[in-house]
């Protein structure tokens, strides 16, 4: 845990696609994520709560910024509305694409084997966390180098 004390979030697994997803949040693009519940489920960890503050690590393990809960809702798979997938940043402009972005990771070997099922698969009734945030504080490198 970073020195502020306060709980890490990590954006998908270390590599390419978490450093895509931390630039989007550092430029403000991304205001918005999606996990699914067996996520918080397998790790044992509650879901966020609106005030809420967590310290956003890049690939390194290193922060870089802190974000703020805005709104939490859990909703099935199938009721993921267009304004939440457009609020990921990552440019989907349908929810098809925002789904088939999202399948593939969820059905990927590294997830599976997070959640402990080398089969799992969601299905239009999986329930899916979905958070709002908001960046509160940006790390510069200085700031990475007093600690």
């Known amino acids: 845990m970073p020195s502020s004390g306060l709980p890490v979030v990590e954006f998908a697994f270390p590599g390419p ?4 997803l931390v630039a989007a949040v550092l430029s403000g693009a991304k205001t918005s994520t999606s996990s699914l519940l067996i996520e918080y489920e397998s790790e044992g960890v509650a879901l966020p709560v609106p005030g809420a503050r967590s310290v956003v690590v890049d690939s390194g393990g290193r922060p870089v910024a802190v974000i703020e809960t805005g709104e939490v809702r859990v909703v099935r798979l199938d009721e993921v509305d267009l304004s939440h997938a457009r609020a990921e940043g990552e440019g989907y ?4 694409a ?4 999202h399948e593939e990771f969820w059905c990927g070997a590294d997830f599976r084997a997070a959640v ?6 969601p299905s239009d009734g999986s329930p899916v966390v ?5 960046v509160v504080e940006v790390y510069s ?3 990475e180098t007093s600690r």
């Open 17 to 20: 696609l978490r450093d895509r």
């Open 93 to 96: 402009d349908s929810v098809s």
């Open 98 to 101: 925002w789904r088939a972005g």
């Open 116 to 121: 402990g099922d080398p089969t799992f698969t």
């Open 130 to 134: 979905l958070e709002r945030f908001r």
């Open 141 to 143: 490198v200085a700031d």
